[in-house]
């Protein structure tokens, strides 16, 4: 991995699931923002292109992994004691798997998702806020999903886990009242990325099922509105921002071009 220092001169920003998708499109449009990215995510070899290439940090994480996660907590505070504050965090790492209904529900499906998208940002969150506040202008900026919001058939364990990564995200919001860090939860509808892949355990067929006769949205589209809610002023919080392609009203229903 890289060595941990930048030697930067940007204010860092942590996103994490930077390896591919909506995450690696965000480090992209923070880092041409004028932040430096500190990356993480399990696939080092991913990791470290994108990192190369935004001129950023890599370290590997597991949000799943306790102890990958306080090693990845303390990287991230070496960097910031070579000099540079941080003040943002992008939890984004996280995903679905199967559509199963709830009377066919597979729990160990329901473990990596709550794992991921629930305990996995409770944990790199906990890990940073204290570094957050010390910045004196901090941003929580959480990923979660228009599954955070509204529950579709087929998607309990993972409306379960985005509604719950939801709850933690704006319990933040009170409860830093008085601190110097904004909260901003974006909830997408559907986005081309590697999302369906792992949700349909590599199916191509039917992962590409999914974006037919509709234009989704693109990692690159969400990750403008990253760039855009971490780039107001100190004072200016955004709450809740939600994005869906023009052909989506729910998580089920779809204008689809045949
Ligand atoms: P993606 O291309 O599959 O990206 C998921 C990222 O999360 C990858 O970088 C992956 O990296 C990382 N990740 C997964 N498990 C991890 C773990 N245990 N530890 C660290 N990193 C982990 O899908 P995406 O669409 O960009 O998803 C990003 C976020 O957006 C997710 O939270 C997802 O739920 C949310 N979202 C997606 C959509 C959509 O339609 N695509 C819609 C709404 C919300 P490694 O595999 O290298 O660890």
Redesign the pocket.
């Known amino acids: 991995m890289s060595e941990p220092q930048t030697g930067t001169d940007r204010p860092l920003v942590v996103v994490?699931?930077?390896?591919?998708?909506?995450?690696a499109a965000s480090a992209r449009a923070l880092a041409a923002d004028g932040w430096h990215p500190v990356l993480?995510?399990?696939?080092a070899d991913?990791l470290e292109e994108v990192a190369a290439e935004v001129g950023g940090t890599a370290l590997t994480?597991?949000?799943?992994d306790p102890d990958s996660v306080a090693a990845f907590v303390a990287g991230v505070g070496d960097l910031v004691r070579g000099g540079q504050p941080l003040r943002g965090l992008v939890n984004?790492?996280?995903?679905?798997k199967g559509t199963e209904t709830v009377m066919e529900a597979d729990e160990d499906k329901w473990r990596w998702m709550w794992e991921?998208?629930v305990l996995?940002t409770l944990r790199v969150t906990k890990g940073l806020l204290p570094m957050l506040i010390d910045s004196g202008d901090g941003h929580v900026v959480t990923?979660t999903?228009i599954a955070g919001l509204e529950v579709y058939d087929g998607g309990s364990g993972y409306t379960a886990a985005k509604h719950a990564e939801g709850a933690l995200h704006r319990t933040l919001r009170g409860e830093l009242l008085g601190q110097p860090v904004r909260v901003t939860e974006i909830a997408?509808?559907?986005?081309e990325?590697?999302?369906s892949l792992?949700r349909f355990g590599g199916d191509e067929e039917r992962a590409a099922k999914v974006y037919q006769g509709i234009e989704p949205l693109t990692?690159g589209d969400v990750a403008e509105v990253v760039a855009f809610a971490m780039s107001r002023p100190s004072h200016v919080n955004l709450d809740t921002i939600v994005l869906k392609p023009r052909a989506q009203a729910t998580g089920m229903r779809f204008h689809r071009e045949t």
Do not use: K, M, Q
């Open positions: 994490t699931g930077a390896s591919s998708g909506i995450g993480g995510a399990r696939r991913r994480l597991d949000v799943t984004n790492a996280g995903g679905a991921s998208n996995g990923i999903s997408p509808g559907a986005v990325t590697e999302f792992v990692a």
